[in-house]
């Protein structure tokens, strides 16, 4: 209830809340926003990683498959299906690593589209790249 001053008229405090929360509710809701797209950043690059981890896993099972670029990229695509594949770009390259090892590099790239692209750029490249020792043929 509100007080009301002797002579019948609303107290001067009538409204300031409401008139706070017109100010504030904005920023609330842009810092809600921006929340929920670095959470869906973090979301697509745990993905990303996780399917390039897959790839040069299967890729390092032994010499034919590091070699089987149609198998890795069935094996990243399979891992990332909440992605879109058209956008997915996906390499894999096999070489030697610093002790002469056979090691095969899976590098998956993908064109992220942030909600809020007024404040920060509207695409990011989230991207990783696994490598990984090939085995050897049993």
Known sequence: MHRRLETGVASPRRGVAASELALI????????????DFGRVFYVEYIVINAARCGAMYGSTNPTCAQDTAGIQQKVQAEAKDLDP??????SVTGTDSAGNPCIDVTVNYPFKMVTNYLIS????????????VGPVL
């Open 25 to 36: 509710l904005p920023l609330f809701v842009l810092l809600f926003v921006i929340a929920v």
């Open 122 to 133: 509207t695409n990011l490249n989230v991207a990783s790249r696994i490598r990984m020792r």
């Open 86 to 91: 058209k956008l997915m770009q996906i390499t």
